[in-house]
């Protein structure tokens, strides 16, 4: 099976540089030739046929599917599943989120068709590392990734701060306000590049022209400790309840903030010309990649 660029130990040890500095780094020609073409197809495989561990989206002219990788078909989707399950993102996702219980475990293909804004300026409400992989050129007209550098270190503040006083996953104030001072890099990328971005960073797409089309797959691991319905006796379930000393008394919050699912408001972007220094250089890759 055709397999991806490699990913040497010193490009490696600059895309965690970037990761811990930046939030993101753009990983250019990652796939290509015979790979890119089998991640197409399975992707639409995905999209319009589905099959075994393949939830399909139904929202209209922005098809999506999820594929759950431990009950999916090696022998239906083997570029997308060895793409993902590859030793060099393996070990990035290692070393990027300590003590990380499963890799990559969940992976989504989005095909988005219909103009305007595809999504709201946002951090996730769940920690994750993310992977994410343009299939078709990718730029400012047709909703490239735009990412706040650096906004990773306070939104991981903001949602510890909001879990201590009991609050729930669900609930953290994640959507950006409309007077928060946010400069975007925009991630535009040819068809194979790769993005890698923690998604404690503000981020969203630029909005899509009509006539355009976005494909993407995007595989994502997920920081410990983020249970959605935690069990006792665990802090994460001792936190939700009473018996909380942190919920007696305030943090600072940025309380007009809203949770995505609940707002609409949104940050005034500011957009930078280009991203060439969150890249891994090309004098950081091993001769011969």
Known sequence: MPEHRHIGEPER???????????????????????????????????????????????????????????ASPALLPAILGTFASRDLGQIAREYVAAATTINDRIKATWDRRPGKITDVHFDSRRALKFFLYLCDTTESNGALRYAAGSHRANTAIRARHLRRGGRLMDVPNVALPNEDLTFDTLEGGRGTLLVFDTDGFHAPTLLTSGEERKVLRARTLFPGQSRSPKPPTWQWLRTTRLNPYSWWGEELPEARRPRTQGTARARPRARESHPAQRASETDRPPGN
């Not at 540089?17 to 197409?40: I, R």
């Open 13 to 71: 040890a600059a895309i965690l540089q970037s990761l811990a500095a930046k939030g993101f780094c753009v990983v250019e020609d990652f796939a290509g030739g015979a790979l890119l073409a089998d991640l197409n197809t399975e992707f639409a495989q995905c999209i319009e046929r589905g099959g075994p561990g393949i939830r399909q989206g139904s929202r209209p002219r922005r098809p999506a599917a999820t594929i759950r990788v431990d009950r």
